[in-house]
């Protein structure tokens, strides 16, 4: 962000899809019966980052660049849920000092549970399919409570994530109102950009496939301390993490932080953009190692 801005972002106004969890995940028996077998060949688990830049008007004029919508989480969730990769999710919003940021975060796991419990056999003899009938019928409800048990703490764990990432954003908005008010309209630094991405390089780990969802123009203007502008080492970004900047001006690549990184580098222009090609890029392709779940 700039310095130079006239008023700043109002928080986002929620539509009425806040829980577009109910009717993701309201199958019927028939439809849950499908989930059962993502237990087996579930592949290399990923991780992944929102960096939300909603500091200033100029993000949008400049660049494209929007507060992540409820609408881009639902790509996002839907994608991941319809998948069979361990995925967890992180949220963080662009303010002053990344310090304290609040982060808001998701961890999908695949339904490991049992497959469907197999049909009696029609030729048993009559004698002994009454039994047998009770038998599958209890067996039946045990395995549907367990997927459905799976799919409800599921729905839970998206509308607290989606609560989580609007209540960060509707209050860092709020909070930067405020300061500009206080301030009778003079503007200041408020993009720890710095500080964001050493936030998501310490939880996005060491582990399986990273990725670092860049919705900012990453110009660093922190309240504290001096900007960086020279480009951050491997200690500070593991090069192996993939970067997915969203914006339209292309600019933010060229970012002094960025610069001459060898991290894989993808381009989006929006948020949805970039969350379908997240889901594109964790989900294995027919035939490959992670798909079938055996060694080449």
Known sequence: MSTNKSSILKPLVLGPALLFAATIFAEDSV??????????????????????????????????????????????????????????????????????????????????????????AVNLPISQLSEANKAYAAKRAVWQKGVRDYQLRLASE??????????????????????????????????DIYGSVANASRLLGTQGRRFLVLNTDAIDLPAKGKPRTTPLTAKELDPAVELIFVNTSRLPEQAPMFAGLPNPRHHANSMKEAMELVVE???????SEAATGERK
């Open 281 to 287: 890029l964790v989900t294995p392709k027919p035939g």
């Open 158 to 191: 998206v509308e607290g994530f989606i609560r989580q990432v609007t209540e960060t954003q509707g209050s860092v908005s709020e909070r930067f109102d405020k300061m500009l008010l206080a301030r009778k309209g003079r503007d200041f630094n408020r993009s």
């Open 31 to 120: 439809a849950l019966a499908d989930a059962a077998p993502r237990a087996n060949g579930v592949s290399e688990p990923a991780t992944v980052f929102l960096v939300d830049d909603q500091t200033g008007e100029e993000l949008a004029q400049k660049h494209g660049i929007r507060p992540i919508a409820i609408e881009d989480l639902d790509v996002l969730i839907n994608g991941v849920v319809n998948g069979n990769t361990p995925v967890r999710l992180f949220h963080q919003a662009v303010d002053e000092d990344a310090a304290d940021n609040a982060t808001a975060q998701m961890e999908f796991r695949p339904y490991a549970g049992e497959k469907p419990v197999k049909k009696v």
